[in-house]
Structures are given as C-alpha cells and as structure tokens.
C-alpha cells in the first residue's frame, strides 16, 4: 500500500486489471479520493498519487498503461477547474501514449485526453503543438475506433482554439509547415480543417502565415480526393477573398514565386488557380509585381497554346494574366534604374507605413528588369507551340516601343534570333516577327546601339537617307544585309517566303529605302546567279504587289528626281 499511496492495494489491482469495468471503477474511487484530497487541501498528497498513475502510463505492461490513462482523466475530473496546477503532469504522460504500439492504449489515451480537457480548457493550449502532432497522425490510424478517438478530441480541441484569445500562432508555424506535406489523405484532411478553424478566429490573422503554408496548401489542392481539393479550395478561396479586403500589409512577392511554380503544373486545378492569384496579385500588388514578370512569363504564355475545352478555363485565365502584365509595362521603366531597387514592398499599406511605402517611391523604386524578361522570350521564341512563339514576339514588341533605350542595349543577343525565326513554318509567327523587325530598324534608339556604326547610319547612300529623311536607323541596313543572306544560304526560303517577307516589310517600313537597300547589296553581290534570281524577284514584287503600290506609281510617273 505503502508503495501506491494514497491508493489502495484493491484500487490499483482494480485499475490495471485487463477488463475494462473494473479499472472504470477503479477511476471512479481515483476521482473520489482526488475531490476528498483537494478539499483537504492535500496538495502532496495529489502530486504522489499523479506520479503513481504517470508511472503506470509508462509501464511494459499494456493493461497497466490504460489504467494509467483512465486514472489521469480522473484526477482532472476530481479536481475541476483546479486540475491547471498539475496540467503538465496530466497531459504529457497522455500525450505519449498517442504514440504507443498498442491501438487500443492509443484509443485510451484520446479518451483520458478528452476528459483532461473537457476539465481544463485553455489550461492545455501549451501543449497545443504536442497534441496536434500526435492527432494528426492517429487521424491517419487504420484502425477506425482510435481514428474516431482522435476526431472526438479534435472537435473538442478546435472548440477551444476557437474560444481562446491566447493561441501561440507563432509557436504553432514550424509544425504547421511540417505537417501540411503529409502524403497520407486523412492527415491532409486534418491539417486543412485546422487552417480552416484558425482562419474564422477573429483574433488570428492567418495571413500573416499564408506564405509559410501556401505550397503546401497547392499540394493538397492537388489530392485524388475529390472531397480534399474541394476542401482545400475553399481554404485557399477564402484566403484570396482575405487579401482583397485586408487593411495590413500582405507580401505578395513571398508569395509569388510559389504561384509561378504552381501556375506549370500539370493538375488544371492547381494550375487555374495559381493563375488566378497571380492575375490578383497584379492587380493588388501593381509594379510591386514587376520583379517576377519574367518568371511569371515563362510559366503562363506557354498555356495560351491550350486548345481543348478542358483547358479552357487555364486558357483564359493566362490570356487575362498577360494582359495585366503588358499593362504594367510603363515609360518609366525605360529610365534609369534607380539605386534602391532591392526593397521588398508590402501592399497595400497601413496608415501607420504610407510614409515609407507611398505608392509613388514604389512606382519611382521599382522598374522591370528588362535582361531577365529578354532571356525568356529567347527560350520561348524556340517554344513547340505557335501560341507561344506569337505571345513572345508581341512582348519583344512591346519592350521596343515602351522601354526602347534599355531594350537596345541587349538587341545583339537578340536580334540574330529573330532574323532565324523568317524561318519559323507558321505565317502568322514570320509576320509578327517581321513586324518586330520593323520596329528594331525605325526605333530612335537603334542609333546608337549598333557596334561599329557612327550615330546617323552607316555610309552608305542608301542607309544615309533611310537615316535622315525616312526615319530608319542602322538596323535597317543590317536587317537588308541579313535578309539577302538568308536567301542566298536558303534558296527555298526565297522561293517560299520571299515575295511574303519583302511585302510585308513594305507596310511596315518605306519600300523605297527597302528596294534601295536590296539593290545596293546586289550590286557588291559577288555570286551572279543569286544576283539574277533575287532581281527577278524583286521585279516581280515591284510590278505585281499591291503593297509596293506607290512606289510603282512614282517610277510609273517619273516625276520626281529620286524616281
């Protein structure tokens, strides 16, 4: 007796007895020992009779376990609202057994647990993490009377999270973040039902910890379950609907690099709606954006190429990404960049951070990086897909007309790839490329951007005039060189492409200084055939295209001194 004080020999004999009656009525003795303890105001004599049963809890002995277990819900059934004093004696033993090798100590040790803290409430929110750690995995258990156990206490447990205003959300990340890669279905359900609980609390702001889960919440999103991703979009639907109305700061670019990695995913789900973020990302966040343009680019454009209607809905939410993105592109981003560039912007603000994020720094503080965005639509020009071929040249485009100054200071690494891509088998890739050409041979900035060429031209008559009177720069003449390259490498090219390439150009450009440019080159060209070959062409062209029309009606006419 002396041993198992203040137990008696029959009480302990009771209580690790195998059936289940006898140690139930063992607790009950336990409870009444405990209150006539407590009363008396024997608070020794209680920490013994605890030690005992957390002994118990650990012993070899799987019957000696469980009654260990039932015998610590009954000291917090005894001792009330006064059971806080000794919650950490309480709990741990308990919690440890969640872990046990025997299924039916384990469905014990979630019924002890529920009575602990049905007694103490918030009492037990330290232990908040060791709890959730061992319901997430007998959530997961195979046999169905501990998985019940464990959803029992769960219930019961986000009821108090729910009530409380001193939750550790601080404490709780790293677990969270650990947790939320779970493989196994059940553990997922659990984890979003979690986030899902903590989200309603007022008190708790979870965005806040949206970019520590928010992968993890995309690789749920992606379960064969079709009741977890529906789960798991709600969540994340509701995240996104917090954005939008939060006051407080929200870091979208700590978020944006895990959408961009989503957004190429190959489940349409977590594909569309990685998408749709982004897309609101760019409307919340505007320039602050800007810094993952290119990573973003090379996620989305490739989805323009997708045709089937189950692809639709990726389709149009890439097309309207793009969209955004072009619109963000602005003149400023053609000035200088300025020196604090490396700042992590948080928007919107709070009044309390307008002073150091006002919206016209961060306009002033963040420019496109024009390089990276280049190097992108390199590797798309080569992409399978016409799509994404004609959604890279439209940015080429783009970046020559808003940003032309910086553009050109990278136009060499570029400029041979589009000459290569007159090539492409698609007419309606060659025709946006040759518009791009256009705009590189008329832009300004092209002046002085040519290695080797004075500003003004070169010296030639042809590009003196297309220089000064026609508004071309060098590129033209290298365009004009390169084009007659081209045909003389590629006969077939000529033949195919040649009358298409030369009359498109002539829309865009002056067919004078072209047919100028081209017979100038001939005349140095050194192989007659071609020579021959490329005249009769280029006659051809003359006497028949509609769009040479006016140059025709001036040789036509000879009115001038040029004609």
Request: hydrophobic share 45%.
């Given at each position: 007796?002396?041993?198992?004080?203040?137990?008696?020999?029959?009480?302990?004999?009771?209580?690790?007895?195998?059936?289940?009656?006898?140690?139930?009525?063992?607790?009950?003795?336990?409870?009444?020992?405990?209150?006539?303890?407590?009363?008396?105001?024997?608070?020794?004599?209680?920490?013994?009779?605890?030690?005992?049963?957390e002994e118990f809890a650990s012993s070899q002995?799987?019957?000696?376990?469980?009654?260990?277990?039932?015998?610590?819900?009954?000291?917090?059934?005894?001792?009330?609202?006064?059971?806080?004093?000794?919650?950490?004696?309480?709990?741990?033993?308990?919690?440890?057994?969640?872990?046990?090798?025997?299924?039916?100590?384990?469905?014990?040790?979630?019924?002890?647990?529920?009575?602990?803290?049905?007694?103490?409430?918030?009492?037990?929110?330290?232990?908040?993490?060791?709890?959730?750690?061992?319901?997430?995995?007998?959530?997961?258990?195979?046999?169905?009377?501990?998985?019940?156990?464990?959803?029992?206490?769960?219930?019961?447990?986000?009821?108090?999270?729910?009530?409380?205003?001193?939750?550790?959300?601080?404490?709780?990340?790293?677990?969270?973040?650990?947790?939320?890669?779970?493989?196994?279905?059940?553990?997922?359900?659990?984890?979003?039902?979690?986030?899902?609980?903590?989200?309603?609390?007022?008190?708790?702001?979870?965005?806040?910890?949206?970019?520590?889960?928010?992968?993890?919440?995309?690789?749920?999103?992606?379960?064969?379950?079709?009741?977890?991703r529906k789960m798991c979009q709600g969540v994340?639907?509701?995240?996104?609907?917090?954005?939008?109305?939060?006051?407080?700061?929200?870091?979208?670019?700590?978020?944006?690099?895990?959408?961009?990695?989503?957004?190429?995913?190959?489940?349409?789900?977590?594909?569309?709606?990685?998408?749709?973020?982004?897309?609101?990302?760019?409307?919340?966040?505007?320039?602050?954006?800007?810094?993952?343009?290119?990573?973003?680019?090379?996620?989305?454009?490739?989805?323009?190429?997708?045709?089937?209607?189950?692809?639709?809905?990726?389709?149009?939410?890439?097309?309207?990404?793009?969209?955004?993105?072009?619109?963000?592109?602005?003149?400023?981003?053609?000035?200088?960049?300025?020196?604090?560039?490396?700042?992590?912007?948080?928007?919107?603000?709070?009044?309390?951070?307008?002073?150091?994020?006002?919206?016209?720094?961060?306009?002033?503080?963040?420019?496109?990086?024009?390089?990276?965005?280049?190097?992108?639509?390199?590797?798309?020009?080569?992409?399978?897909?016409?799509?994404?071929?004609?959604?890279?040249?439209?940015?080429?485009?783009?970046?020559?007309?808003?940003?032309?100054?910086?553009?050109?200071?990278?136009?060499?690494?570029?400029?041979?790839?589009?000459?290569?891509?007159?090539?492409?088998?698609?007419?309606?890739?060659?025709?946006?490329?040759?518009?791009?050409?256009?705009?590189?041979?008329?832009?300004?900035?092209?002046?002085?951007?040519?290695?080797?060429?004075?500003?003004?031209?070169?010296?030639?008559?042809?590009?003196?005039?297309?220089?000064?009177?026609?508004?071309?720069?060098?590129?033209?003449?290298?365009?004009?060189?390169?084009?007659?390259?081209?045909?003389?490498?590629?006969?077939?090219?000529?033949?195919?492409?040649?009358?298409?390439?030369?009359?498109?150009?002539?829309?865009?450009?002056?067919?004078?200084?072209?047919?100028?440019?081209?017979?100038?080159?001939?005349?140095?060209?050194?192989?007659?055939?071609?020579?021959?070959?490329?005249?009769?062409?280029?006659?051809?062209?003359?006497?028949?295209?509609?769009?040479?029309?006016?140059?025709?009606?001036?040789?036509?006419?000879?009115?001038?001194?040029?004609?």
């Open positions: 007796d002396k041993e198992y004080a203040p137990l008696t020999a029959a009480c302990v004999r009771a209580l690790v007895d195998k059936l289940y009656e006898k140690r139930k009525s063992a607790a009950l003795e336990i409870e009444r020992v405990v209150k006539e303890l407590s009363a008396a105001n024997q608070l020794d004599q209680i920490k013994k009779l605890v030690k005992v049963l002995n799987p019957n000696t376990r469980k009654g260990g277990l039932i015998g610590l819900a009954a000291v917090a059934i005894g001792l009330g609202k006064e059971s806080c004093n000794c919650i950490n004696n309480l709990v741990w033993p308990v919690v440890t057994c969640f872990h046990d090798g025997d299924s039916r100590v384990q469905y014990y040790a979630c019924e002890a647990l529920y009575n602990i803290v049905k007694v103490a409430r918030g009492a037990v929110l330290p232990h908040f993490n060791e709890i959730f750690d061992g319901l997430s995995k007998l959530t997961a258990h195979p046999d169905q009377n501990v998985k019940n156990g464990a959803e029992l206490l769960d219930r019961l447990i986000k009821d108090i999270v729910t009530e409380s205003s001193s939750f550790d959300l601080v404490a709780f990340i790293p677990l969270l973040r650990e947790r939320i890669y779970t493989r196994n279905p059940f553990a997922r359900q659990f984890v979003v039902s979690w986030i899902e609980v903590l989200d309603a609390v007022p008190e708790i702001n979870m965005l806040v910890l949206l970019p520590e889960i928010l992968d993890g919440l995309f690789q749920i999103l992606g379960d064969n379950s079709h009741e977890i994340l639907n509701g995240f996104l609907e917090g954005i939008r109305q939060s006051k407080n700061g929200i870091n979208f670019t700590g978020m944006a690099n895990i959408l961009i990695i989503h957004s190429q995913n190959a489940d349409d789900l977590i594909q569309f709606t990685a998408i749709t973020w982004l897309r609101e990302f760019i409307a919340l966040a505007g320039r602050a954006m800007l810094p993952h343009m290119a990573g973003i680019l090379n996620a989305v454009l490739p989805c323009l190429s997708y045709s089937d209607d189950s692809h639709k809905k990726v389709r149009e939410a890439a097309e309207n990404l793009n969209q955004a993105l072009r619109k963000l592109v602005e003149a400023q981003d053609d000035q200088p960049t300025p020196t604090a560039e490396n700042i992590t912007f948080y928007s919107p603000v709070t009044s309390s951070e307008k002073q150091s994020l006002d919206p016209a720094k961060v306009g002033s503080a963040i420019q496109l990086e024009i390089l990276s965005l280049i190097k992108v639509l390199q590797r798309l020009l080569g992409h399978e897909t016409i799509q994404a071929r004609v959604a890279a040249l439209k940015w080429f485009n783009l970046l020559l007309v808003k940003t032309p100054n910086k553009t050109f200071r990278h136009i060499e690494e570029f400029f041979g790839l589009l000459m290569t891509t007159l090539a492409d088998p698609s007419d309606d890739v060659v025709l946006l490329d040759l518009e791009v050409l256009s705009e590189i041979s008329s832009n300004p900035a092209g002046y002085s951007s040519l290695p080797g060429l004075p500003e003004g031209g070169a010296n030639t008559p042809s590009s003196d005039r297309s220089a000064n009177e026609l508004r071309l720069n060098p590129y033209f003449t290298k365009l004009m060189n390169g084009l007659i390259e081209w045909f003389k490498k590629d006969k077939q090219l000529l033949d195919d492409r040649g009358a298409f390439i030369i009359r498109q150009l002539s829309i865009y450009l002056s067919a004078e200084a072209i047919f100028r440019s081209l017979s100038e080159i001939l005349i140095e060209e050194e192989d007659v055939n071609f020579a021959c070959s490329m005249v009769q062409s280029l006659n051809t062209i003359l006497l028949t295209s509609t769009e040479i029309y006016e140059l025709r009606s001036q040789l036509k006419e000879l009115a001038t001194e040029e004609s």
